[in-house]
């Protein structure tokens, strides 16, 4: 069973900045697409940014600019760094691992992001 660890979640202030990591382990991890999540109060869960195990990158339009993800797969870790952080931005960041090779999935347990002055 994957497990995934995230870290890195608190309260900023808008404008400020935060990097989130997630370990990953019992996985192997140079086959997983990883990717971040995040649900807002009464919002649905929403796609942040996705890595690929070769590097390619995606991201949602509004975070483009602002947030960037990476992965060390000799860490088995991918982060999110956040820039420019607005009050919008506040929610509960998820990390979700797939499996390429069998399409099976896991959820992190989540982390909560806070910006407010």
């Known amino acids: 069973q994957v497990q995934l660890l995230e870290a890195g979640g608190g309260l900023v202030q808008p404008g400020g900045s935060l990097r989130l990591s997630c370990a990953a382990s019992?996985?192997?991890?140079?086959?997983?697409?990883m990717s971040w999540y995040r649900q807002a109060p009464g919002k649905q869960r929403e796609l942040v940014a996705t890595?690929?195990?070769?590097?390619?990158?995606n991201y949602a339009d509004s975070m483009k600019g602002r947030f960037t993800i990476s992965r060390d797969n000799a860490k088995n870790t991918v982060y999110l760094q956040m820039n420019s952080l607005k009050p919008e931005d506040t929610a509960v960041y998820y990390c979700?691992?797939?499996?390429?090779?069998?399409?099976?999935?896991?959820w992190g347990q989540g982390t909560q992001v806070t910006v407010s002055s």
């Open positions: 890595i690929t195990g070769s590097g390619t990158t």
């Open positions: 019992r996985v192997i991890f140079g086959i997983c697409t």
């Open positions: 979700h691992a797939r499996n390429d090779l069998t399409a099976d999935y896991t």
